[in-house]
């Protein structure tokens, strides 16, 4: 299973991204997906978590900013970033628990996509 995250890039204060997230492989479901981001020198930390069923929570900083979204068709997450200020700098990561066929039985595992930069600056 691979994850492919995609749509960083460099906005003004106030400006909006959109971040999407793509798996692919041999995944019979996704469970959650969530959205995390670091900077250089400090932990990884949780922005924004979806479950299967649409539930979603968020990290205080990013409430009415930001929003996790889903379509489980194409085993996709999105995050849209609006609002932006420069305390989002940082590389954003995606992690999507799947469950997959192993062997004769279905195992859920945790991958993690490759981070993509965010920078939010004038």
């Known amino acids: 299973v691979q994850l492919q995250a995609s749509g960083g890039g460099l906005v003004q204060p106030g400006g909006s991204l959109r971040l999407s997230c793509a798996a692919s492989g041999s995944i019979f479901r996704i469970n959650s997906m969530g959205w995390y981001r670091q900077v250089p020198g400090k932990q990884r930390d949780l922005v924004a978590n979806i479950t299967r069923d649409g539930s979603t929570n968020y990290v205080d900083s990013v409430k009415g900013r930001f929003t996790i979204s889903r379509d489980n068709a194409k085993n996709t997450g999105y995050l849209q970033m609006n609002s932006l200020q420069p305390e989002d700098t940082a590389v954003y990561y995606c992690?999507?628990?799947?469950?997959?066929?192993?062997?004769?039985?279905?195992?859920?595992?945790?991958?993690w996509g490759r981070g993509t930069l965010v920078t939010v600056s004038s």
């Open positions: 992690r999507a628990d799947v469950r997959i066929v192993a062997g004769t039985s279905l195992t859920d595992r945790n991958y």
